[in-house]
């Protein structure tokens, strides 16, 4: 994702909304076109999710992108004060929104099974250790459950999730998927260097974590159509990526839109991300 670092890189990577993407990124067919990052939200009023579907089809959905979750954390973009976070949980709760996995909305859409009143999609990129220590805890206190996209080589690295931790998040419902082996933009890369990104990474992942998996996440939002056959190819049912909206449609399950959650959002900016655009 888009302000994520390789392990003791202080470096990141932010794209330009504005400037055309790097590498070879097109536009796949019939997807929509990709966004680079998630605008800073304007006011608008909370808006009701789709009620439970009855059969496939499009689906109202917010799906909310977050990085780090720490304990006392600056006003910076990729970092946010657990005090925050605890609000932003209890907003929710408040307003009847119920979370659901990644899976549980690729069915919905699919096949149209059956969805909670209100449901929402809470995913945290790149394998986090405070994902562990600081949101999954609160989290669970509030029977919620989330979608955490790892590394492949970083699993068990220093700051990020074990194989065990994986599996903790795994018993109590969570979802794990794939951010690539080594969080490269895949619009970078040659052909020949893909499949290691893209079916590598599930093999690592799946290995440690003793389950399948079946959701991949394009790190810095960054696709090609190349890369979107590969996903399809490796086995994953649906691809998350950035975007702005919360409706989600059959022909956009490899690239579903996400909502970044900016460490420097008030509440009044968080609830604008869980309304329209839709």
Known sequence: MAGCTQPGQAATRDPDPAAPAPGTLTAPTPLPATPALTPIPSSVPLDDASPPPSR???VTVPILLYHHVRASAPLVRYSLDAQRFEA???DLVNHGYHTITMQDLVDAIR???????RPIVLTFDDGNLDVLEQAFPRMLARGMVGVVYVVGNRIGAEGFLSGED??????????IGSHGMTHLALSDLRAEAMPAEIEGSKTAIEAALGKPIHSFAYPFGMVT???????VAAGYTSGAGLGIGNEHRPDGLLYLSRREVRGTYDLESFRALLGPPG
Do not use: H, M
């Open 225 to 231: 159509d190349e890369s979107l056959l590969l996903v």
């Open 166 to 175: 994986l599996k903790r998040l795994r018993d109590a419902g969570w979802e």
């Open 88 to 90: 932003q949980l209890d």
């Open 111 to 117: 096949t149209g099974a059956p969805l909670p009143d």
């Open 56 to 58: 496939p089809g499009p």
